[in-house]
């Protein structure tokens, strides 16, 4: 199973802050790249998620940077609130083939935003 | 609610016991995905259906099954658990079998094997 490979564990930032996520990946057939959010006691949720023809892609206060030729990604949270306090997941799945969408994850970060 | 329901939401059972963990996609969704998420594997792809067919699968022992209905619901099978199994199960499905199109997770359901 192809690896995607996801720092730091966990990340405490102070409101306002601008907390990074970096994710990285071995396999270059990868070409769709999503992070997900998680709250306890829920499912991951589709937070936002990138092409390779894009190096990056803003939604809110979300952004997501890539480096194809690294092949490194990773997210941005600008003017962080408590409310993101979760577990953030990087991603990467395949567009074509047998494994086509299934998603191969990072292990998480735990994100804690203080007040 | 992401549309994706998923029973039971707990399951405690004992070693070498057989659940079945159930799954319903969002209407209108072809295709469902299960994970396996545990402290020390994370969130792991277990195996794919679209439209009642196998599509792919990941990391899933042969102990566990799984299938899809023709109503598009899916279970999964775990047979002579062990108390390795015990981890949060998530079921996802989005319309099609393609990487671009959103997966919907639901709550999951945790399994405790004691």
């Known amino acids: ?115 | 609610d992401s549309g994706v329901t998923q029973t039971p939401k707990h399951l405690i059972t004992a070693t070498g016991q057989r659940v079945t963990l159930r799954c319903s996609p969002r209407s209108g969704d072809l295709s469902v995905y299960w994970y396996q998420q545990s402290l020390d594997q994370g969130l792991q792809f277990l195996i794919q259906y679209y439209n009642g067919e196998e599509r792919a699968k990941g990391n899933i022992l042969e102990r566990f099954s799984a299938q899809q209905f023709p109503d598009l619901h899916s279970e999964l099978n775990l047979s002579s658990l062990e108390l390795g199994d015990s981890a949060l199960y998530f079921c996802a499905s989005s319309v099609v079998a393609d990487s671009y199109n959103e997966q919907f997770f639901g709550p999951g359901t945790r399994l405790t094997v004691l």
């Open chain 1, 1 to 115: 199973q192809q690896q995607v490979k996801q720092s730091p564990q966990s990340l405490i930032v102070q409101k306002g802050g601008i907390p990074i996520i970096n994710c990285a990946y071995e396999n270059t057939a990868f070409d769709y790249f999503p992070w997900y959010q998680q709250f306890p006691g829920k499912g991951p949720a589709l937070l936002i998620a990138i092409r390779p023809d894009v190096s990056e892609k803003k939604e809110g206060r979300f952004t997501i940077s890539f480096n194809k030729s690294a092949k490194q990604f990773s997210l941005h949270i600008m003017d962080s609130q408590p409310g993101d306090s979760a577990t953030y997941f990087c991603a990467a799945s395949i567009s074509q083939g047998g494994s086509q969408g299934n998603l191969i994850f990072g292990k998480g970060t735990k994100l804690s935003v203080k007040p």
